[in-house]
């Protein structure tokens, strides 16, 4: 073998390799398992680097899905819009195609952050381009779909997301089958939708539909399954029927508290649901303890000024003002009154020029 050879050979063996790190990192993503997807990009960077721009942004891309997954969207937004602003400038390999579902992963996180005007021009924009493209694959057009039904559910337009949905699930039903993974986040999104729109039947059974699936690809244990059990348990509360709801969220929870950690903020969402839950049902105690053990893991990882923080002490305030303990019901009333005034005031507060 000539020296041209096997330097070919070489990076033939060294791209395969990058590839097989990136995919193990989003899966490990998907499983919730963050430190494992850091360990199999830190393996990948090094070998990337030498490979051209291409397998490199593949593996800044996986680095935005480690961020977005901690929850810090804007500097998984900030990741992703270096690698689109890359594609553009070096001309890849593929690069329309490549930059197009860039764009699309750019448009969900400014979605996520709650810039939507910017998310529907950017969404819209490579739905139009994809169109034009002589082949696109389904899963690029019904991802595009799926995000374009979510913004157009957040801004009311219920009808214009139902159309983008019944698309996005045409395309992939049409290419795949009626139980294609990808069909899951097509259900769930008509759960949320369904039940904006005042139909907690239709949304519960989208919900089940979606973990159905979920589940015949996952398993019990995946982390993806948990968070759809938590939409079907959102469902099943709006029909009254409290102790499925609580059935799916104790699932969910365990789910949770192994892979996430117990100090997790989705743990303490599903505690403070929990709680909810038992104060609909009369059981004070259950709620309670349900609630102090949100608002410790609350405080833990978003912070004793957060939001939730606040609507947390004014639940656990009902609670000890209906036990008779005016004092101390009081004294979670002030506390949760001045964290929405300093996050008032900080709203309002205007920097120095």
């Not at 139902?162 to 395309?171: C, E, K």
Request: with cysteine; aromatic share 4%.
């Amino acid at each position: 073998m000539n020296s041209n050879s096997a330097d070919r050979s070489g990076r033939s063996i060294r791209h395969r390799i990058v590839d097989e790190l990136v995919t193990k990192a989003y899966h490990a993503v998907d499983a919730g398992d963050l430190a494992s997807a850091r360990v199999a990009l830190e393996r990948a960077a090094p070998l990337a680097r030498g490979l051209g721009p291409q397998p490199a942004a593949r593996v800044h891309l996986a680095q935005a899905a480690v961020v977005q997954a901690t929850g810090d969207w804007g500097a998984a937004s900030a990741i992703v819009g270096q690698v689109l602003a890359g594609a553009k400038s070096r001309h890849l390999p593929s690069s329309v195609s490549f930059q197009l579902n860039v764009r699309v992963r750019l448009g969900g996180l400014l979605l996520l952050q709650g810039h939507l005007s910017t998310a529907e021009k950017v969404l819209t924009e490579a739905l139009s381009a994809y169109e034009l493209l002589p082949f696109t694959a389904p899963d690029d057009i019904a991802r595009t779909c799926i995000e374009l039904a979510s913004l157009n559910r957040i801004t009311g337009r219920h009808q214009e997301a139902g159309v983008f949905l019944d698309r996005a699930h045409a395309v992939l039903r049409a290419a795949r089958g009626a139980y294609v993974p990808a069909l899951a986040p097509v259900w769930r999104e008509r759960s949320h939708l369904a039940s904006e729109l005042g139909d907690p039947e239709k949304a519960e059974s989208a919900a089940r539909r979606a973990l159905d699936i979920r589940l015949r690809a996952l398993g019990m244990g995946h982390l993806t399954v948990a968070a759809e059990r938590t939409v079907l348990a959102a469902a099943l509360m709006r029909l009254g029927r409290l102790e499925d709801a609580e059935e799916q969220l104790h699932r969910a929870l365990t789910t949770f508290r192994r892979v996430l950690g117990p100090a997790h903020a989705e743990v303490a969402a599903t505690l403070r649901t929990l709680g909810r839950i038992a104060l609909r049902q009369g059981r004070d105690r259950s709620a309670e303890r349900f609630l102090d053990e949100a608002l410790a893991v609350t405080q833990n990882a978003q912070g004793g000024a957060h939001p939730d923080v606040a609507d947390l002490l004014e639940q656990l305030a009902v609670i000890q003002h209906k036990r008779g303990e005016a004092e101390a019901a009081a004294a979670l009333t002030a506390r949760a009154h001045r964290i929405r005034s300093w996050r008032t005031a900080r709203k309002q507060r205007v920097p120095a020029s």
